[in-house]
């Protein structure tokens, strides 16, 4: 009965084990499916993932592809234009080179015929030079001549025939003077010269009604008058007739002989300023000037 009972022990026993181990290796497979069932859904997304980067790769490298091509052709394009260009450019600039070339082989063999030229050409001019020299002198002489046909012109229309008086063509006729008004300037010794040329001389004035004048024909501009003191330090006429100062002549505060102008010494000479009144100035100044002579009578 032990033995039986040890044996139904046993029997009890393993089969228990049995059970423990068939529950033990049911378990593993139910695990074991779960693993592989969750791996197994775990890879499919995996996989579409892969598939899509790879799609997008491609993608792009198409496009940089083709923005490449794009790109190298219209360089290409522009190259051919700029190589057509500078091909014309080229061509243009031998075309120039020849064309100097056969002209310079021209001129070495015409050299002695342009030689020939350039010197009958200054032949020329020299002539002409001569011919204009002596046309300044028959100019001068037929302006006389008008001259004394304008007088006379005068002397038949005047109304009082007792005294006709006449000036030389570009000058003003006012009591019994002529009065030039220069359209240059120069400096204060050349207009003098200059008057003197025209047998007449740097204005004196004489009174105040010559005076207004004078200043009718120069304001607003600057003329020169044959007054000065660069002979004796005081102010006189270009005839040596003394100035007698009278300061409402005179712009305020002048004459004061100003040196800051920086061309050396003092101012010597006088003019008309804008409004008719005198001013003293450097003698080099370049203004216009009045020349006055004796009216001729016919």
């Keep these: 009965m032990r033995v039986s009972t040890s044996e139904s022990s046993s029997v009890s026993m393993t089969n228990e084990y049995t059970d423990e181990y068939d529950n033990q290796d049911t378990s593993d497979d139910t695990q074991f499916w779960r693993k592989e069932s969750l791996h197994r859904f775990a890879v499919v997304p995996s996989i579409g993932r892969s598939r899509w980067s790879l799609c997008a790769v491609i993608s792009v490298t198409t496009v940089i592809l083709m923005i490449l ?6 360089s290409h394009v522009k190259f051919e234009r700029k190589f057509s260009a500078t091909e014309m450019t080229v061509k243009n600039l031998n075309q120039t080179l020849q064309s100097i070339i056969f002209r310079s082989h021209n001129l070495e063999e015409n050299g002695h015929k342009l ?47 007792t005294e006709d008086q006449c000036c030389p063509v570009g000058w003003f006729l006012f009591s019994s003077h002529c009065y030039f008004f220069s359209k240059n300037g120069m400096s204060w010794n050349s207009a003098r010269d200059e008057c003197e040329n025209k047998k007449s001389q740097l204005l004196i004035v004489k009174n105040r009604q010559e005076k207004e004048f004078v200043v009718s024909k120069t304001s607003p501009l600057y003329f020169w008058l044959g007054l000065t003191d660069g002979r004796t330090g005081e102010w006189e006429w270009l005839d040596g007739t003394p100035y007698v100062m009278v300061n409402r002549e005179w712009m305020p505060g002048q004459p004061d002989n100003w040196e800051a102008h920086g061309l050396g010494g003092g101012e010597d000479c006088a003019h008309f300023h804008r409004d008719g009144r005198y001013n003293d100035d450097h003698c080099s100044r370049h203004y216009r000037f009045v020349c006055k002579a004796q009216a001729t009578s016919i």
């Design 115 to 161: 030689k020939s030229d350039i010197s009958n050409l200054e032949f020329d001019l020299e002539t002409v030079q001569t011919k204009m020299d002596d046309m300044s002198d028959s100019t001068q002489i037929l302006s006389d001549k008008i001259s004394e046909l304008k007088c006379l012109i005068n002397k038949i229309s005047s109304k009082n025939n």
């Design 69 to 74: 091509i794009i790109t190298v052709s219209v």
